[in-house]
Every structure is written in structure tokens, then in C-alpha cells.
């Protein structure tokens, strides 16, 4: 039995369009399957990132932080002779 699916509608550059199908033709795939794919990787990508900035607001939130200064130490220690240790929170 498979899902429910509903179709929705967006209108695309040209360009992407014809990549799209390109690359439909290039995987002997439809461009609904094409695009059912990027869509999907889209989201996940969207979720993760979501999730992410939520985990690192936590962090913020529970003094998990690491000093600007200290921050800006180490980065300008790069590339030196003597590069200093990543910081700590």
C-alpha cells in the first residue's frame, strides 16, 4: 500500500527546470522522482539545521560558551609560529 502523495506546484528558472530534466533523462528517472528526491534532501537538510540552532541555543542558555576574546585570540594566533590551543568553554 503506498502513502498518500499530493501535488504541489512551483514555478522554477528555466534553467533549473532544464537541469532538472537533464538530469531525469541522465538517471532514466521522472522529473517527479527528481524532484520528490531534492525536495526531500531539502527538507532533512532544513530539519537539521533547525535542530542544531535549537541545540546550540540550549547551549547558550546553559553558559556552555566560549569567550569572545579567547575566540579572537586563537583565530589570530593561526597561521603564526606559535598558534595557540583552541578554547574552551
Known amino acids: 500500500m503506498s502513502a498518500a502523495t499530493r501535488v504541489i506546484t512551483a514555478h522554477v528558472p528555466t534553467g533549473l527546470a532544464e537541469k532538472v530534466d537533464?538530469?531525469?533523462?541522465?538517471?532514466d528517472r521522472s522529473r517527479g522522482w527528481v524532484m520528490k528526491q531534492a525536495l526531500a534532501a531539502w527538507v532533512d537538510q532544513e530539519e537539521e539545521r533547525h535542530r542544531l540552532t535549537l541545540e546550540a541555543l540550549a547551549d547558550v542558555d546553559a553558559g556552555r560558551v566560549v569567550d569572545h576574546?579567547?575566540?579572537?585570540?586563537w583565530v589570530d594566533s593561526l597561521g603564526t609560529d606559535a598558534p595557540l590551543p583552541p578554547p574552551v568553554e
Open 22 to 27: 537533464a538530469m531525469a533523462a541522465r538517471l
Open 69 to 73: 576574546g579567547a575566540m579572537l585570540a
